[in-house]
């Protein structure tokens, strides 16, 4: 296979979104920050550099560098060419590295951060739920608790509890920046309908948040339930809550990743009716 590798334009989109599809589960990141962001990049949220690897017309590989200096990889094919090619024209650091996680091994050492430290190094398994078959957990679904849309007013706790996620899951030191950046997530999130929060009478229980979405599909990202308040389902119910919420307005599919290092969280997704379809992972620097 003869490829050439170049960074992507608007002309571009429609053979972007063909070979995205076909690798639908794993490039949810992707797709829903074309359809937010476009493919010119301004350096505003959900915008990216793309470049991609191009077997005739067809893109048979792709890398984002994207608005918050991850790069995010969907290449089974020409990785290490278009890794370098997607930051050599973003002119952006590298704070991480997300996508399948055999293609995140050999973008690292296509970019020479083998030795590079990290904050973290998850290797995830990918999993994908058809929301026919969502199991609803009984406290919700009998009315015991209730799961609704972050409100303006939510957004200082919200932040809180985002800082203390990325502190524990993602490896980030608190201070200034990472609050600013938890800020940020949160109302990026929240002003696009994406942020729920689950209620258990009047306390404010569980956090679940969608990190992309499309039409018919959202991918499940950054949960969390405060320490003092673990192990009595309400992630679970959150991230159920949150599915429900919107099956009414056309979505069918559900994705999320997550480690084997958190069997408590693969376990209570698996009771919800996720199933292991492959392997994901993030690195950051």
Do not use: K
């Given at each position: 296979?003869?490829?050439?590798?170049?960074?992507?334009?608007?002309?571009?989109?429609?053979?972007?979104?063909?070979?995205?599809?076909?690798?639908?589960?794993?490039?949810?990141?992707?797709?829903?920050?074309?359809?937010?962001?476009?493919?010119?990049?301004?350096g505003e949220p959900y915008q990216a550099t793309y470049a991609a690897a191009f077997d005739g017309d067809r893109i048979v590989g792709v890398a984002a560098h994207c608005w918050?200096?991850?790069?995010?990889?969907?290449?089974?094919?020409?990785?290490?060419?278009?890794?370098?090619?997607?930051?050599?024209?973003?002119?952006?650091?590298?704070?991480?590295?997300?996508?399948?996680?055999?293609?995140?091994?050999?973008?690292?050492?296509?970019?020479?951060?083998?030795?590079?430290?990290?904050?973290?190094?998850?290797?995830?398994?990918?999993?994908?739920?058809?929301?026919?078959?969502?199991?609803?957990?009984?406290?919700?679904?009998?009315?015991?608790?209730r799961c609704r849309a972050t409100r303006a007013d939510d957004l200082d706790l919200v932040t809180e509890w985002r800082v203390g996620y990325r502190t524990e899951l993602m490896g980030d030191t608190d201070g200034p920046e990472l609050r600013r950046l938890a800020?940020?997530?949160?109302?990026?999130?929240?002003?696009?309908?994406?942020?729920?929060?689950?209620?258990?009478?009047?306390?404010?229980?569980?956090?679940?948040?969608?990190?992309?979405?499309?039409?018919?599909?959202?991918?499940?990202?950054?949960?969390?339930?405060?320490?003092?308040?673990?192990?009595?389902?309400?992630?679970?119910?959150?991230?159920?809550?949150?599915?429900?919420?919107?099956?009414?307005?056309?979505?069918?599919?559900?994705?999320?990743?997550?480690?084997?290092?958190?069997?408590?969280?693969?376990?209570?997704?698996?009771?919800?009716?996720?199933?292991?379809?492959?392997?994901?992972?993030?690195?950051?620097?």
């Open positions: 296979m003869s490829v050439v590798v170049r960074v992507l334009c608007p002309g571009d989109v429609p053979a972007l979104e063909s070979f995205l599809l076909a690798h639908r589960d794993s490039s949810l990141f992707l797709r829903s920050n074309v359809r937010s962001g476009g493919i010119v990049d301004r918050n200096d991850s790069l995010v990889v969907q290449a089974p094919a020409a990785v290490e060419p278009v890794v370098r090619e997607a930051v050599r024209a973003s002119g952006r650091r590298i704070r991480g590295l997300v996508g399948p996680w055999g293609q995140l091994v050999a973008a690292r050492t296509a970019l020479g951060l083998d030795g590079s430290a990290t904050r973290m190094c998850s290797r995830d398994d990918l999993f994908a739920l058809d929301l026919a078959a969502l199991v609803v957990p009984a406290p919700l679904a009998e009315g015991r608790v800020r940020d997530d949160m109302e990026l999130m929240h002003r696009a309908g994406s942020s729920f929060l689950l209620e258990d009478g009047n306390a404010l229980v569980a956090f679940s948040a969608f990190n992309a979405r499309l039409p018919d599909v959202v991918q499940i990202g950054g949960v969390w339930t405060p320490p003092a308040l673990r192990s009595r389902g309400y992630a679970r119910a959150a991230v159920a809550g949150s599915l429900v919420a919107v099956r009414p307005e056309g979505v069918t599919r559900s994705i999320l990743f997550t480690g084997e290092d958190n069997p408590a969280a693969q376990r209570a997704y698996v009771a919800l009716g996720y199933r292991r379809i492959g392997e994901y992972g993030l690195i950051g620097f």
